[in-house]
């Protein structure tokens, strides 16, 4: 299934893990919890960015989908038990102790994958985590979230950001593999 757009204007696009209903709301107690709301993420925003790949024109779109069609997406469980901080740019994040290698080899997959449509992978390399707050100031969680989320991970999801005037929105276009 191709999704409909509009050739003059980019889409500013990810794949991400997006968690279900019962995984968001328990990320979301903890960022709650972690973070007293300062700065802090959306509930129905939270997700954990695998690839991204930015504003994309309806060709490299095109392009990504057919690449992406027949993806196989391992299932794992994904355990975010841990808070981490990165200073230079504020970010609070949740993440895990121990990431599935599955997680890594998706990611891997998804790269090659679209770097045969001329995708560049962004630098840093991929680091599993679920941002929890932005311009964070802090206190940073020094203990463990009191219980670890257990997230099944078993779909990538296509997701647009698109910029409202104040806060930004993001839209699920599609999974891998497709919803029945």
Known sequence: MSLPVNPEKPRRLFLALWPEAQER????????RATGRQRRIADDLLHLTLVFLGKTPADRLAA???????????EMELVLDRYGYWPQSRILWLGSSHTPP???ELVAELHRRLRDCGFAPEEPAFRAHVTLARRFSGPVPTELPPVPIRWRVNEVA???STPPPRIAHYEV???WPERR
């Open 25 to 32: 709301q328990s990320i979301a107690r903890l960022a709650a």
């Open 64 to 74: 990504y989908e057919a690449a992406l069609a027949d993806l196989p997406v391992p």
């Open 102 to 104: 599955e997680l890594y």
């Open 158 to 160: 296509l997701v647009e």
């Open 173 to 175: 276009l599609r999974y």
